[in-house]
């Protein structure tokens, strides 16, 4: 992903919402009592082990064996938490000409449901630290241990969950390859994956209700402000995401101000009509984490309570569908 520059204030506490609508509920369908066993049954210790067992694999570049056995893993997981798994695999050309051999893995729980919740997270990393401090190190491929990982990492335990609580809900969960192969300046350049997802749906007439984007979600201190674009195209879904952080006592790190402008997976399926947000760290002083693009994306750089700050509000969110 890259960060665009439009900081709308990054310090204002939005007061109000605009944008396009999108179906959401606010209220909890359940007890509290209910709610709360969903919520607090997140685990931020199987979450780690599932970020961990990806940076265990080696970077999980496009066209390497790290890549092809994590995705074999992913697909495995999925199945394991009893969702219906396609794989959509294809070449694509990167910007720099390279053919990168991308697979996509999308899993569905209750099929059968008419209103669908897309989760996504991209699992591949980046070829290059190109931010690391030391040059030397700028041609060699990062860990993606919260750039990627992380992402994968909470979904993976959500699916759990939800299986465990055997839940109703039509989620769908999608792991999406190439999104990281981009370079600045070049806004097609990056999401690779989530394009041509976007565009050659895997299930014919699919169009979920809204989708929820995890980015960069377990780093030390982490904090998610709202991402521009999202708020822009999808405020009633970040409104009632913000809620249900705050309502699961995570408030201090989803706070009511707004972010960057970040091109990410996100944007792609916003320009297919889909309304969809990005949970993802930015700071309004130093940007994104400064780990990111870095030989020190790493296991040491990776926090079990920001994960589990992230599952949990994930989770307080699904209970109110």
């Known amino acids: 992903m890259s960060i665009q520059h439009i900081l709308l204030g990054a310090s204002l506490l939005l ?72 794989e959509q695999k294809t070449d694509l050309k990167a910007f720099d000409g390279t053919v ?25 990393c980046r070829p290059w630290a190109d931010q690391d401090p030391d040059t030397s190190k700028h041609n060699t491929p990062v860990d993606g241990a919260n750039d990627g990982a992380s992402g994968v990492a909470v979904i993976l335990e959500t699916a759990r969950q939800l299986k465990a609580s ?17 370079t600045d300046g070049n806004d097609e350049s990056w999401a690779m994956g989530t394009r041509y997802f976007a565009e050659n749906p895997p299930v014919e007439g699919y169009t979920p209700s809204y989708a929820i ?20 195209n999808a405020a009633n879904l970040n409104d009632a995401f913000w809620a249900a952080a705050h309502k699961a006592g995570h408030a201090e790190r989803f706070p009511n101000v707004m972010g960057g402008a970040v091109t990410d997976d996100h ?18 002083g130093s940007g994104f984490n400064p780990n990111w693009h870095t030989s020190t994306d790493n296991l040491d750089n990776i926090s079990k309570e920001t994960l589990g700050a992230v599952g949990e509000s994930l989770m307080q969110f699904l209970s109110a569908q």
């Open 213 to 232: 984007l995890l980015d960069m979600v377990g780093g030390k201190d982490a904090v998610f402000p709202r991402e521009f674009f999202s708020q822009q």
């Open 267 to 284: 944007v792609e399926l916003l320009k297919a009509g889909i309304p969809a947000i990005d949970i993802i760290e930015f700071n309004a």
């Open 100 to 124: 990168l051999h991308a697979r996509n893995i999308f899993g569905r729980i209750n099929p059968e449901a008419t209103a669908r919740i897309l989760l996504l997270a991209h699992y591949d």
């Open 166 to 182: 055997n839940s109703n809900l039509g989620v769908d969960f999608l792991f999406v390859d190439a999104e990281d192969w981009g």
């Open 15 to 86: 007061l109000s919402c605009g944008g396009k609508s999108s179906a959401v509920s606010t209220s909890d369908n359940k007890s509290d009592e209910q709610t709360a066993a969903s919520v607090s049954s997140f685990s931020a210790d199987s979450a780690y082990a599932y970020l961990a067992r990806q940076v265990e694999f080696g970077p999980r570049v496009p066209n390497t064996d790290a890549h092809r056995l994590t995705g074999d893993w992913l697909v495995g997981e999925l199945k394991r938490h009893g969702a219906e798994v396609i």
